[in-house]
């Protein structure tokens, strides 16, 4: 089945990782967990990882007590962050067929992919990681 609004699987990868080593208690959690908790191969998590902790988002443990915890404080991140990080920058198209000039009198998306853009854009601009962390009592 078709999709109209996708994220990629290596970006919404990235945003449930991120999350899940937020909200844990322990300092470092590791691929075969993360991986159990996102039903993601742990081949795609260690990808992902990778890039996480290039851009100093997260930081990494090796050995048998390893893992990964955040490299950034929880309220410093968002979701755009992230998500850029996988994705690159997100940017606004009038014409999700970038047209630049139209063949047709009115557009057939009357602007609505450039509507959810936005919308996206401005939800993930306002989520930060500390949003998602429960404080415990």
Known sequence: ????????EAASIAIHVMVIIAKSEKNNTNVKTLSELTGASKN??????GRLVKSNFVKSTRGSSGGFMLGKPANKI?????????????TLNDCPFENHVCPLDKCLMNGIVHKV????????????????????A
Not at 78 to 90: K, R, V
């Open 78 to 90: 968002t979701l755009l962050n992230i998500y850029e990080l996988i994705e690159g920058e997100m």
């Open 1 to 8: 089945m078709a999709r109209i609004v996708g994220i990629s």
């Open 44 to 49: 795609h998590i260690a990808k992902v990882m």
């Open 117 to 136: 853009t936005t919308e996206l854009q401005t939800y993930f601009a306002s989520q930060k990681l500390s949003d998602y962390i429960t404080p415990t």
